[in-house]
């Protein structure tokens, strides 16, 4: 099992910065990988960044140039700075990881970006 929890979140105001942590811990070994999804209200959860190991970072075309994902395998924690902030990047933030197959979810972190 793995267990994942975020941390980070906030209220902000457009153009400010938040920094969200997410640290695994568990029965693991090393995570893969593991991203950052976010789900605004009625609308899906979107993939905003995933790093795996050996890989160039992937993000979604609305917050590049603005969020970076990293991570320190030593800690199974994974961080996603996120500069620039809009009003649409208000969500809640879920941070995902994918160990020996499975897929798991932290329980989230809300984003509140003030105009």
């Known amino acids: 099992q793995v267990q994942l929890v975020e941390s980070g979140g906030g209220l902000v105001q457009a153009g400010g910065s938040l920094r969200l942590s997410c640290a695994a811990s568990?029965?693991?070994?090393?995570?893969?990988?593991m991203g950052w999804y976010r789900q605004a209200p009625e609308k899906q959860r979107e993939l905003v960044a995933l790093i795996s190991r050996g890989s160039t970072p992937n993000y979604a075309d609305s917050v590049k140039g603005r969020f970076t994902i990293s991570r320190d395998n030593a800690k199974n924690t994974a961080y996603l700075q996120m500069n620039s902030l809009k009003p649409e990047d208000t969500a809640v933030y879920y941070c995902?990881?994918?160990?020996?197959?499975?897929?798991?979810w932290g329980q989230g972190t809300p984003v509140t970006v003030s105009s």
């Open positions: 568990g029965s693991i070994f090393s995570i893969n990988a």
């Open positions: 995902n990881a994918i160990y020996l197959g499975k897929t798991y």
